[in-house]
């Protein structure tokens, strides 16, 4: 978390920069298109570093560049890596990035505050969507078990 790539936030510049960018993407995503991790990768790219890499701490994206890495350095998709290299070898037969229909009787649901009522949350947060497949596989988020 010391890359200077920021979460959306409104925080600070590129945090805000960030946000507007997450906001189009995940408005893309619900309109039915497909992004991959490396598109949306590429497009975190465009926005400036928050700070140098190794001048300071920030909670951020880090983890979602290091699963691109990933799908480049293997030449595989995140989720074939994670299954192949950590899932199976560990036995997890119910982990990935999504829950599969016949399984999502077991998914318990998330919730949001709104309006100040519980409500069940069904938008994406930082582009995840537990119960379709999915096309960006994010490496700080998204995984269900």
Known sequence: ????????????ESGR??????QELIGRQE?????????YVNHIA????E????ERWMYGLSADILGA???????KKYSKFLQEEIFT????????FYVPADKEWRFATNY?????????FTRSHLGEYYGEDVAFESGGAGLVS
């Open 1 to 12: 978390m010391t890359t200077g790539i920021p979460y959306p936030d409104i925080y600070c």
């Open 69 to 75: 890495v990933i799908e480049v350095v293997s030449g």
């Open 46 to 49: 465009e926005i400036p570093l």
């Open 112 to 120: 949001d505050k709104v309006d100040g009522k519980l409500m069940p």
């Open 89 to 96: 070898p560990l036995g997890m037969k119910d982990t990935g």
């Open 51 to 54: 700070f140098q890499p190794g």
């Open 17 to 22: 920069r960030m946000d507007k960018l997450f």
């Open 31 to 39: 309109a039915g298109e497909r992004l991959t991790t490396m598109d």
